[in-house]
């Protein structure tokens, strides 16, 4: 299994971006996922989540109203709509795949990582 993201970026503040990771390997639908990010000198942390089904949805407190995350199983890929987008947002924002259908915001039920996206926000 791997997993490319893409879509990161230069925006400004109340900007929107769209985040994409490609799943590669089979079984998609059979398992969540997810996205995390780790801002400049902090520890990773959890982003949003998504069942095996697309439902249900996680979500960081931080995030929620702002981001959604999404999955097509046409495509095998996890998107994350970014609206309103603050400078706090700023960050590399990785994708995940989990080892069960159950969405999570722990990172420990994650096997399968992304390299990542670097996402800029200035203000």
């Known amino acids: 299994v791997q997993l490319q993201a893409s879509g990161g970026g230069l925006v400004q503040q109340g900007d929107s971006l769209r985040l994409s990771c490609a799943r590669s390997g089979s079984s998609f639908n059979l398992y969540a996922l997810g996205w995390f990010r780790r801002a400049p000198g902090k520890e990773r942390e959890f982003v949003a989540a998504?069942?095996?089904?697309?439902?249900?949805?996680l979500y960081a407190e931080s995030v929620k109203g702002r981001f959604t995350i999404s999955r097509d199983s046409t495509r095998n890929t996890v998107y994350l709509q970014m609206n309103n987008l603050k400078a706090e947002d700023t960050a590399v924002y990785y994708c995940?795949?989990?080892?069960?259908?159950?969405?999570?915001?722990?990172?420990?039920?994650?096997?399968?990582w992304g390299q990542g996206t670097l996402v800029t926000v200035s203000s």
């Open positions: 995940a795949s989990a080892t069960s259908t159950v969405a999570t915001r722990m990172d420990q039920s994650y096997k399968y």
């Open positions: 998504s069942g095996w089904r697309g439902e249900p949805t």
